[in-house]
C-alpha cells in the first residue's frame, strides 16, 4: 500500500521536473518566437546588435554612463543637501544627467554609425553585401536601426536617474519630456548626418576629412543643444507663449527635419548603389518632398495670424537660405549628370503621353535636372511672393518697399541660378567628351562660374578706373554679388533682372532644343525571359512563406501534444 | 499601343550590331553626349545552354585598357582556371561578372540573365568569393553565415539547414562560436567559401582562393571544388599556382594584357600553342649514327647528340611519332628507351604569355 502512495519528495521532485520542462518549453517558445520575428527584420539590424553589444565601445560606454550617472546622482543629491528636502532641486541634477546622457547620444551613437558604414567600404565588406538581396536602403536604414537601438539602450538606463530628478520638484514634465524628445530627436538627426557622410570619399584622405567634418559637427551640434537644454531646464517649457507659434516650431521640426532626413539618407543610399541602377529619381523625389514641406511650413506661417505678424520675417529667412543652398548643390550636381540611361533604367521610364509629361522630369539626366531645378526654383519664388502677400492680409512685417526688394531679390537670384546652371550644363556637357567626372564636378564647376562671373566685371572696371571706388554700372550685370546686394540696398535693378531671366528662359530652351529625344518614349521592354524570373522569383517567396507557416503549425502541434 | 522597344530577340551580337558597337566605341572616344546612349550595352539575353558566358567583354579607366574584347563561355558543371599574370585583367572581368562594376562594352551573361541589366537575377545565381576576406569585427563564424543567410532572404528553417551544411560542407563546425578574428587564414579562406555558398549558388566565381595557403589547406580547397562541381556547380577560379589549376579545371582561360591569348583545355591550348614536342631516345650502341639519319628528316630539329641519348623537337603528332619510332627499329637500331616531354600548364603560360604588364 505504501508503496502506491507517492512519498512527499519523490512528489516534490516529479513537480519539479515538470517546472523545468515548462519552463525549457517556455524558453524554446520564447525562442522560437524571437527566431521568426528576427527573420522579419533587417538583417544589418541583427549583425549590427550583435556586434555593437560585444564591441568594446559599447562596453565602455555602457560601464562610463552607468558610473557617471551614479557618480552625479551621489555627488549632486549630497551637494544639495538639506535644502534638497525643502527647495525644488531638479534643474541641477536634472542638468547633470541631460550631459550624461547627450555624449553617448549625440556623440558617441553617431560616430559609431559613421565608423559602421565606412569600415564597410573600408574593409570590402561593402560589396559583398552589394551582391546579396539586400538593397542600399536596407543597408543604411539597417544602421540607422541599430543606432537608435544602442540611443534607447542608454535612455533605458538613465531614465530611472531622470525620473529621480524630476521627484526633486523644479522641473515640470512638459519640459522634462520636451528635453528628451529633443535629445532623441537630435541623436537621430545626427546619426542620419554622420550615415550621409560615411560613404562621401573612398579615399584615405578624403576619408580623414569627412571624419574630422563630422567630429566638428557632432561637437557644434552637442553645444547648441546644450545651451538651449539649460535655457529649457532653467526657463521650463513655456506653454503659455502662442499656440500658433509653438504650434508652427513643432510643425516644421516635423514637416521639414524628416523630409531633410530622408533627402540626407536617400543620397546616401544613392552612393552605396551600382552604376547601372537609377539613383537619380529617387533623390528628385526627396529634393521634390523638402520643398513641398518647406512650402507647406511656410504655408502653415502665412496662415497663422500671430505667428505672421512675428515671425514671419525669420521664418521666411531661414527656410529661404536652406532652400538657396540646397537647390544651389542639387542643381548643380543635376545638371551634371551622364545623358547615358541604361537600358535597366530605360525599362522603367515612364510611358504614355501623361505620364512622360509630369514625370519625365524625374528621370535621369542633365537636361531634365536643369529643367527640374528651374521649376522648383520658379514655383518657390512664386511661393515666396505668395507668401508676402498672404501675411500682408494679417498686417505682416512686410512694409510695399521691402515687399519689392524681397521680391526682386529672389527673382534675380532665381535669374542667376538659371544661367549659372545652363552654364554648368554647357562645361559639363564639354568635360564629358573625354572624362567621367562625378556629379560633385557640376557643384565645383558652378563655384567657378559664380566666382569668375563676379570677379570679372570687377575686375575690368576697377582697372579702368585706376584702381579707385566707382558706381555700379550695367557692366556689373553679370557681378551678382553686387547686383543682389544693391537690390537689397534698395536700387532698382529689374532691367538686369529681366535681362538675366530672358537669359535662363532662352538657355533652357535651348538645352531642350538639344535633346529632342526627352520628349519621346525611351522605354524598352522588359525581357519575356526576366519576366519569367520574376514571377518565378515572387512564387518561390510565397511557397517558402507557405512552408514555413506549415513548419510553424507542426512545431506547435508538436510542442502541444508531444 | 505600345511603344516599347523590345530587346528580347537578340540572342547573339548581329554583324550589324558589332558595327554599332564599334561606331559607339569610336563615338565614344571622341565623346559625343548623344551617342553615349546609343552606346549603351544591348540588353541580349543568351539562348545557350552556358552557364557562364562572355560577350565581347571591354572595360577601360580612362586610357588603360584592363580588359579588351574578352569572349569564351563555360559549360555547367565545369570548373575554369583563369590564369594570367598581375595586372592581366582577372580581377576586373570577374567583378563584372559579379555584377560589382560595368564593361564600357559588352556583357557577361549568367545562366542566361545579364550582369548588367538583371543584376539582382544574377545575384541570385551568383557567388563570389573575391581576393579579400571581407570579415567584420566582434561577431563569430556562425553569426557570420548566418547573417549572409539572412542577407540572401534565407529564412526559417531552410536558413539553419543551410548554414548546417555549409559548416559541415567547408568543416568548419569545430570553430562555429569562435571569433573570425581569431582565426588561421586557411580557415578564414574556408569560411569565406562557405559565406559563399551560403544561398546555394548555380556560379561560382573565386578569385585566387588558394593564395597563402599551405598544402594541405590548397588539397583541402581543391577537393571541395571538384566535390562542388560534381554537384552540377560552376566554377569560375582565378590562381597564380597553374599546377593546381590543370589538376582540377576542365578548361582555362590565359588572359594578359587584358586580352583572352588562349581558351579550352590544357591539351588543346598545347596543340594550338605548342608546335613542336621534344623527345629523348636512348640509343645503345649505334647512337652517332642514328642522330645523323634523324637530322636528315624533315620533322626533326635542334638535335643533340649525348652518349647513348638523342635529344631533338619533333612537330610532327603522335601518329607520325610511332612511324619515326618504327623506321629506326626497322633500321636495326637499338632503341631502349623513349621519352616524349610533356609540357605543363606552366609551360604552355610561359610559351603563351610574354609577361606583359600594363
Partial sequence: MSSLVPSKSSVSSDEDTVAQSLRGRGMEKLDDWCGKWSDGCNPILIKETRQALKSRQFIVTFSLLLFVALSWTIIGTFSLMPAIYTTPSAPPMMLGYYFVLALPMLLVVPLAAYRSLECEIDDGTLELLSITSLSPWQIVLGKLASAMLQMMLYFVVLFPCIAYAYTLRGVDFPTTVALLVMLVFAGAMMTVVALFFAPMSRSRTGRVAMLLVIIFLLFVAEWVLGLFAYDLIEYGFDLSIGFDEGWVFVAGLVLVCPAFAYLLLTLAAAQLTPASE?????????????????????????????????????????????????????????????????????????????????????????????????????????????????????????????????????????????????????????????????????????????????????????????????PYSNLQATNWVWTLYSILDGDDRSGVVSCFAFLGVIGVVWVLYLNPMLVRPLR??????????????????????????????????????? | MSHEQTDDNAGAVSPSESQQAAFSMQQHAQGH???????????????????????????????????????????????????????????????????????????????????????????????????????????????????????????????????????????????????????????????????????DPAVLILDEPAAGLDPRARIDLRRMIRDLANQGKTVLISSHILTELAEMCDSVGIIEQGKLLATGTVEEIEQQQVATSELTLRILDRAEQASTVLKDLPLVSNLLCDGDLVRFEFSGDTREQAELLAMLIRKDFAVAECTAHRKSLEDVFLQVTEGLVQ
Fill in chain 2, 33 to 199: 553626349e548623344d551617342h553615349e546612349q546609343r552606346r549603351a550595352v544591348p540588353a541580349v539575353h543568351g539562348q545557350s545552354d552556358d552557364c557562364i558566358e562572355m560577350r565581347r567583354l571591354h572595360r577601360f579607366f580612362g586610357t588603360t585598357k584592363a580588359v579588351q574584347d574578352i569572349s569564351f563561355s563555360v559549360k555547367r558543371g565545369h570548373v575554369f582556371g583563369y590564369i594570367g599574370p598581375n595586372g592581366a585583367g582577372k580581377t576586373t572581368s570577374m567583378r563584372i561578372m559579379a555584377t560589382l562594376d560595368l564593361p564600357s562594352y559588352g556583357d557577361v551573361f549568367i545562366d542566361g540573365l545579364s550582369c548588367v541589366n538583371d543584376p539582382e537575377l544574377v545575384r541570385n545565381r551568383l557567388g563570389f568569393m573575391p581576393d579579400a576576406f571581407g570579415t567584420y569585427r566582434d561577431v563569430n563564424c556562425r553569426e557570420y553565415l548566418d547573417f549572409f543567410a539572412r542577407a540572401y532572404g534565407l529564412a526559417g528553417a531552410e536558413r539553419t539547414r543551410r548554414l548546417a551544411w555549409v559548416l559541415g560542407f567547408t568543416g568548419t563546425e569545430g570553430m562555429a562560436n569562435k571569433p573570425i578574428r581569431g582565426l588561421s587564414k586557411g580557415m578564414k579562406q574556408r569560411l569565406c567559401l562557405g559565406r559563399t555558398l551560403i544561398h
Fill in chain 1, 278 to 470: 537609377n539613383r537619380s529619381t529617387g533623390i528628385r523625389w526627396a529634393l521634390l518632398f523638402l520643398t513641398a514641406t518647406s512650402a507647406a511650413w511656410v504655408a502653415l506661417g502665412s496662415n497663422s495670424e500671430e505667428f505672421s505678424r512675428g515671425f514671419a520675417e525669420e521664418l521666411l529667412y531661414i527656410a529661404g537660405v536652406i532652400l538657396v543652398i540646397v537647390w544651389t548643390l542639387a542643381g548643380s550636381m543635376l545638371v551634371s549628370e551622364s545623358a547615358v540611361v541604361t537600358p535597366r533604367v530605360r525599362r522603367d521610364l515612364p510611358q504614355s503621353f501623361l505620364a512622360r509629361a509630369t514625370l519625365g522630369w524625374l528621370t535621369p539626366g542633365p537636361a531634365t535636372g536643369l529643367v527640374f531645378s528651374v521649376i522648383n526654383m520658379v514655383v518657390l519664388a512664386s511661393l515666396v511672393s505668395f507668401f508676402m502677400f498672404a501675411t500682408d492680409q494679417w498686417g505682416g512685417g512686410f512694409s510695399p518697399r521691402s515687399s519689392r526688394i524681397l521680391n526682386q531679390f529672389i527673382f534675380a537670384l532665381v535669374a542667376y541660378q538659371t544661367c549659372g546652371l545652363v552654364l554648368v550644363y554647357f562645361l559639363m556637357r564639354l568635360l564629358r567628351r573625354n572624362n567621367n567626372p562625378r556629379v560633385e564636378v557640376g557643384a565645383a564647376a558652378l563655384a567657378v562660374v559664380g566666382v569668375f562671373s563676379a570677379l570679372t566685371p570687377f575686375g575690368i572696371e576697377l582697372y579702368s578706373n585706376d584702381f579707385r571706388q566707382f
Fill in chain 1, 524 to 562: 524598352t521592354a522588359t525581357p519575356e525571359r526576366v519576366k519569367q524570373e520574376l514571377e518565378k522569383a515572387k512564387l518561390a517567396r510565397k511557397k517558402s512563406r507557405i512552408r514555413s507557416s506549415r513548419q510553424e503549425l507542426a512545431d506547435d502541434i508538436e510542442n502541444e501534444f508531444g
